[in-house]
């Protein structure tokens, strides 16, 4: 079965700095690879994901992502943060017509 | 795009009864749909997959006698934990799969917003 991993527990950044958080996957075939946003409480919210063709991808509220295939991530990135960014990211892996694996989550504060 | 309702957002119940946690898909027909059970501070956890018309499939280490999963139409899949204890506090979500796996932009997986479930 697939499965995700997230190095960074917690991440601080000030706003306006860039933004990465990082996102390693494992699976045997080409991965369906997502990024999702929760806030306190609230469901998971769709930032961006990759099937197949180019390998950045674009999202919403101005995140994108890359896929490397041979470093087997999928590193989410923003050049300037906003406050309002400051959330819990999860990375998830999905099979053809199967579950999502989620990665245990990287909270982001984000210091004025 | 596909939009999937899930209700309710919070519910309190006391401690050996049992609660419904509804997840409707509004505009498409869900197949396949999935539970997953959030605890604070943590990653989701899939329970279980759940397929219309069939049983659901359940995650190793999930009761399927406590947590009662019910598909029985193509917009409509239901969770229902019995006998609830204070453990059974959780966050619970539903998502279903979106399209036919094929790689085309509707494909994906769209989430309910979440059932806070305490159990007191």
């Known amino acids: 079965a697939q499965s995700v991993t997230q190095p960074d527990i917690h991440i601080t950044v000030s706003e306006g700095a860039s933004l990465e958080l990082r996102c390693n996957y494992s699976?045997?075939?080409?991965?369906?690879l997502f990024w999702y946003v929760q806030s306190p409480g609230q469901g998971l919210q769709l930032l961006l994901k990759?099937?197949?063709?180019?390998?950045l991808v674009q999202g919403i509220k101005g995140f994108e992502a890359e896929f490397k295939r041979s470093q087997s991530s999928f590193n989410l990135r923003k050049p300037s943060v906003h406050w309002s960014d400051a959330a819990e990211y999860f990375c998830?892996?999905?099979?053809?017509?199967?579950?999502?694996?989620f990665g245990a989550g990287t909270r982001l504060t984000v210091k004025p | 795009g596909a939009v999937v309702s899930q209700h309710p957002s919070r519910v309190i119940c006391k401690s050996g009864t049992s609660v419904k946690i509804e997840c409707r898909s509004l505009?498409?027909?869900?197949?396949?749909m999935f539970w997953y059970r959030q605890f604070p501070k943590q990653s989701l956890m899939l329970m279980a997959t759940?397929?219309?018309?069939?049983?659901?499939?359940?995650e190793q280490g999930v009761e399927k006698d406590k947590f009662l999963i019910n598909h029985a139409s193509l917009t409509l899949s239901t969770l229902t934990v019995t006998s609830a204890h204070p453990e059974d506090s959780s966050f619970y979500i539903c998502?279903?799969?979106?399209?036919?796996?094929?790689?085309?932009?509707?494909?994906?997986?769209?989430f309910g917003s979440g059932t806070r479930l305490t159990v007191v």
């Open positions: 998502s279903a799969l979106v399209g036919s796996g094929t790689g085309g932009p509707q494909d994906g997986y769209t």
């Open positions: 699976y045997g075939a080409t991965p369906y």
């Open positions: 990759y099937f197949s063709g180019d390998t």
């Open positions: 998830a892996v999905g099979a053809r017509n199967n579950d999502m694996r």
């Open positions: 505009d498409f027909q869900a197949t396949t």
């Open positions: 759940s397929n219309e018309g069939s049983k659901a499939t359940y």
